[in-house]
């Protein structure tokens, strides 16, 4: 399955990039190529769709402000399974696109016992073994996709409710929204992550590049992989340039400062 499921990814990368460009900067490494950002954010639109369209549906009264953006209840009604088919159908490309990386590894495994360091910042590098994707991001991914398939299973028992029995609809309906709340919990998490905790990331999604400081906090095992360079070296080689520059701006300070008092000083005299 992985070497077809690349032929596919490849050529679908191909012709996505016959449409698009991405441009990669110096400093800057390709972290995202069209074909990926365009599924991801098909993705991320229909989910969002499926979300509000469902909640309009889920509780009118609480969520009655919902269904006048889809064309009132009965279009919502008639709206919220398209939306829904829509997104497993892009969600089954970004499997595919993502399957051989999404692997779970033994770095996975030592990433996930130390999940509270990396929640709490408490080092400012991962450690070396961190690939293209981390544990976390490889287990709300699997998340996702156990999710997203019971949606779809369940939400087509709801869409033709008339022709299976009464006590499978009800059991559909509990496991279609633990499902949804599944997802939006790690939605939520997801746009945490790649926003706020992690500045940086979110261009990885608009733009397709990340920073070669970016790749080598987050993830040193692709960053070699990319460049080559060991992210310890280049790191420690960042930050004595920083250090660097800092005592250049403090030293050009004090200069100023001095001069300064002894134009003071002059003009006191006078």
């Keep these: 399955m992985s070497s077809s499921v690349e032929r596919f990814d490849e050529r679908a990368r191909r012709e996505a990039d016959r449409v698009g460009e991405t441009v990669v900067r110096r400093g800057e490494l390709l972290r995202h190529p069209v074909y990926t950002r365009v599924l991801h954010w098909l993705v991320a639109i229909l989910f969002v769709l499926s979300l509000l369209s469902g909640f309009g549906l889920y509780s009118p009264w609480l ?8 064309g009132g209840g009965p279009m919502t009604r008639f709206l919220h399974p398209w ?3 829509a997104f497993d159908i892009f969600f089954f490309f970004q499997f595919l696109n993502w399957f051989v990386p999404m692997k779970w590894t033994d ?7 130390r999940i509270k360091e990396y929640t709490t910042n408490r080092e400012k590098l991962e450690p070396a073994d961190v690939g293209f994707f981390n544990g976390g991001q490889k287990l709300y991914f699997w998340a996702i996709v156990l999710s997203g398939a019971l949606f779809l299973v369940t939400g087509l ?18 496991v279609h929204d633990i499902a949804a709340l599944v997802m939006l919990g790690g939605f939520i998490i997801h746009i ?15 733009d397709g590049t990340v920073s070669e400081e970016w790749a080598w906090t987050h993830h040193p095992a692709w960053y070699r992989d990319a460049t080559g360079r060991d992210p310890r070296e280049d790191y420690e080689r960042a ?11 403090e030293a050009w300070e004090r200069e100023q400062d001095a001069r300064e008092r002894a134009e003071g000083t002059q003009k006191s005299e006078r």
Excluded at 198 to 205: E, I, N
């Design 63 to 70: 969520f009655r402000w919902l269904t006048p953006l889809f």
């Design 83 to 85: 939306f829904g088919l």
């Design 107 to 113: 770095a996975d495994r030592r990433w996930m016992r």
């Design 157 to 174: 028992l709801l869409w033709f409710d008339d022709a299976v029995p009464r006590w499978l609809v009800a059991v559909s309906y509990v």
């Design 192 to 206: 945490y992550e790649g926003t706020a905790a992690q500045p940086g990331t979110f261009r990885a999604m608009t």
């Design 239 to 249: 930050s004595r340039r920083q250090i660097e520059r800092e005592r250049a701006v």
